[in-house]
């Protein structure tokens, strides 16, 4: 059968409030006035990925739970005046939802309502069939049900990315979507040894290439047993928000992979997709188009180096 997806997004969809405060943490204190205000817009991992690779021309499908209430509302209302298409299977506890603390920084902590979702709740499996048997490649959120579409992807014979986020390695809930999945991102924010961490991603699952971001230190790829530091891309404008870049990035990432470029490349890709990312404002959503990536890109100084994640230790 045709292809009719490039990329197959599962799980993500989401709202979030964003509130600006004046540092993190948050100083204990009666009250804070906060400017420039409390917004709240549709955007969470899926839903950047989506905008993403649709944003680079990849034809684009995202699948999720999402309730029938104002948030639910929110993020058809994102997918469908960004011409993504979505399949919406109804979700009785509501749709995700979070509350977004950023810092004049740009940095975030998140706060997700854990009432949201149910230990029953499953994607339907004939869904998840249907639109892997048209679909190039399946890229998985970690939110809940997701791993339990991962066998059922395999079986259609996809490829398959994941973003792993802040993993501290150890935490057995990621573990089935790092061993399913062909491409595995991550931050390297909690892992107080990245490079064990991906050589043991790589080792114990099926991983051609894991990529750990670490903010302004860049990214790291391991991809042939061979580990190779991606040095960070300039922002094209003032860096005003963290949030959506590492979806940014792997966004940027798949459309090169998909494109059959090297993993290096495509990690170059993403350094320049993550940093854009970064200037744009928690309260809105916007992704790179493809002329500013490639741009991005030519601008940037060649140059990788080779060798171990600062503080880091090899070996699994």
Same mark, same amino acid.
């Given at each position: 059968?045709t292809a009719e997806i *490039?990329?197959?997004?599962?799980?993500?969809?989401?709202?979030?409030?964003?509130?600006?405060?004046?540092?993190?943490?948050?100083?204990?204190?009666?009250?804070? @006035?906060?400017?420039?205000?409390?917004?709240?817009? $549709?955007?969470?991992?899926?839903?950047?990925?989506?905008?993403?690779?649709? $944003?680079?021309?990849?034809? +684009?499908?995202?699948?999720?739970?999402?309730?029938? #209430?104002?948030?639910?509302?929110?993020?058809?209302?994102?997918?469908? #005046?960004?011409?993504?298409?979505?399949?919406?299977?109804?979700?009785?506890?509501?749709?995700?939802?979070?509350?977004?603390?950023?810092? %004049?920084?740009?940095?975030?902590?998140?706060?997700?309502?854990?009432?949201?979702? $149910?230990?029953? *709740?499953?994607?339907?499996?004939?869904?998840?069939?249907?639109?892997?048997?048209?679909?190039?490649?399946?890229?998985?959120?970690?939110?809940?049900?997701?791993?339990?579409?991962?066998?059922?992807?395999?079986?259609?014979?996809? +490829?398959?990315?994941?973003?792993?986020?802040?993993?501290?390695?150890?935490?057995?809930?990621?573990? %089935?979507?790092?061993?399913?999945?062909?491409?595995?991102?991550?931050?390297? &924010?909690?892992?107080?040894?990245?490079?064990?961490? @991906?050589?043991?991603?790589?080792?114990?699952?099926? &991983?051609? =290439?894991?990529?750990?971001?670490?903010?302004?230190?860049?990214?790291?790829?391991?991809?042939?047993?061979?580990?190779?530091?991606?040095p960070p891309a300039e922002p094209?404008?003032?860096?005003?928000?963290?949030?959506?870049?590492?979806?940014?990035?792997? =966004?940027?990432?798949?459309?090169?992979?998909?494109?059959?470029?090297?993993?290096?490349?495509?990690?170059?890709?993403?350094?320049? =997709?993550?940093?854009?990312?970064? +200037?744009?404002?928690?309260?809105?959503? &916007?992704?790179?188009?493809?002329? &500013?990536?490639?741009?991005?890109?030519?601008?940037?100084? %060649?140059?990788?180096?080779?060798?171990?994640?600062?503080? =880091?230790?090899?070996?699994?």
């Amino acid at each position: 059968m045709t292809a009719e997806i *490039d990329v197959l997004v599962l799980g993500g969809a989401g709202v979030d409030t964003i509130v600006h405060v004046p540092e993190l943490p948050v100083p204990l204190a009666d009250s804070h @006035m906060i400017q420039p205000g409390i917004v709240t817009r $549709a955007g969470q991992s899926g839903d950047f990925v989506a905008l993403g690779t649709s $944003a680079l021309g990849l034809r +684009t499908h995202h699948l999720d739970l999402i309730g029938d #209430d104002h948030e639910g509302d929110l993020v058809r209302a994102l997918h469908r #005046d960004h011409g993504i298409a979505l399949t919406a299977v109804p979700q009785p506890c509501g749709t995700k939802r979070a509350v977004n603390l950023v810092g %004049p920084d740009g940095r975030r902590l998140s706060l997700y309502d854990a009432t949201r979702w $149910a230990e029953t *709740d499953r994607l339907p499996e004939e869904t998840v069939r249907d639109l892997a048997a048209v679909s190039r490649h399946a890229h998985v959120v970690i939110t809940q049900p997701c791993a339990e579409a991962l066998p059922v992807l395999r079986e259609a014979g996809l +490829t398959l990315s994941t973003d792993l986020h802040d993993w501290d390695g150890a935490n057995p809930y990621h573990e %089935p979507f790092a061993l399913a999945a062909d491409l595995v991102f991550l931050s390297a &924010a909690a892992l107080p040894e990245p490079e064990a961490t @991906m050589r043991r991603i790589a080792g114990r699952g099926r &991983a051609a =290439a894991v990529v750990a971001t670490a903010g302004a230190e860049g990214a790291y790829l391991l991809a042939d047993d061979e580990l190779t530091h991606i040095p960070p891309a300039e922002p094209p404008a003032p860096v005003v928000d963290s949030n959506g870049a590492g979806d940014a990035f792997a =966004a940027a990432f798949l459309w090169g992979w998909l494109g059959g470029e090297s993993p290096h490349h495509c990690a170059r890709l993403g350094a320049v =997709a993550g940093a854009y990312a970064c +200037t744009v404002p928690s309260t809105r959503v &916007a992704a790179v188009g493809r002329e &500013a990536l490639l741009a991005g890109v030519t601008a940037r100084v %060649p140059g990788t180096v080779s060798g171990h994640v600062p503080g =880091a230790v090899g070996g699994a």
